[in-house]
C-alpha cells in the first residue's frame, strides 16, 4: 500500500530539512518509494524518405561481396548501411557469412524475421527479388519507382528503373524495414 499524498508531503519536508550527508541519503532510501525503472529505449523511427536519401548517396559504390563500407559493399549491404547510418540497425539484422548464391529460403527466412510485409511497393521499402528459383536479391525502392541495389554484375550500386522484367519477372514483395514509418 502507498502513503497518501499529505504523509509523502510531510516525508519530504522532513527529508528536505535534514542537512546533506548519510542521514539524509538514508531517510530517503527509507521513505521515499524508489523511483519508477526506466523506460526502454524506443526503437530509433527514420522515415523512408530518409532511407531512400541515405540510399542514393551510396550509389556508385563498388560492389564488394559481404562489404559493409564505401570500399565495397554488396545487396544484402545496402539496406544495413543505410539503417546503420540513420541510426535504426537492429541487432541481428546484418547478417554476414553467407554465400555469394543464398541458399534457399535464406533470404526469405531473414525477411520475415526482421521486416513487415507490404500490399505493394513504397518508397523507402526492401524489395526482395528472385533470381533462378528463390528470393536471393533485395533492393530499395525509391520515390521515383526506381531500385537501388548493389549488383556484382554492374560492379557498383546502381539505381534504375522497377519496369519490365524487374516488375513482372524478378519481383517477390515489398518489406517495410525496421525501425522505418512508412506513409
Known amino acids: 500500500m502507498s502513503p497518501c499524498a499529505g504523509c509523502m508531503k510531510a516525508r519530504r519536508y522532513l527529508i528536505n530539512k535534514t542537512p546533506k550527508g548519510a542521514l539524509r541519503e538514508r531517510l530517503t532510501r527509507t521513505f521515499l518509494p ?39 559493399i554488396d545487396c544484402w549491404g545496402v539496406p544495413v548501411v543505410v539503417l546503420r547510418e540513420l541510426g535504426a540497425l537492429p541487432a541481428g539484422f546484418d547478417e554476414v557469412g553467407y554465400p ?21 511497393p513504397v518508397p523507402g521499402c526492401l524489395i526482395a527479388l528472385r533470381m ?22 554492374h560492379a557498383a550500386v546502381i539505381e534504375h528503373g522497377f519496369r519490365g522484367m524487374w516488375r513482372t519477372r524478378f519481383y517477390i514483395g515489398a518489406w517495410g524495414l525496421p525501425g522505418v514509418r512508412y506513409g
Open 34 to 72: 524508489p523511483d519508477p525503472p526506466p523506460s526502454p529505449p524506443l526503437a530509433p523511427v527514420t522515415t523512408a524518405a530518409d532511407v531512400v536519401r541515405e540510399a542514393r548517396s551510396w550509389v556508385g559504390v563498388p560492389f564488394r561481396h559481404q562489404g559493409r563500407d564505401r570500399r565495397g
Open 100 to 120: 555469394r548464391q543464398p541458399q534457399l529460403g535464406e533470404i526469405q527466412d531473414h525477411l520475415t524475421r526482421f521486416c513487415t510485409v507490404l500490399p505493394k
Open 132 to 153: 533462378l528459383v528463390t528470393t536471393a536479391h533485395v533492393a530499395i525502392h525509391t520515390d521515383t519507382d526506381t531500385l537501388i541495389h548493389a549488383m556484382e554484375k
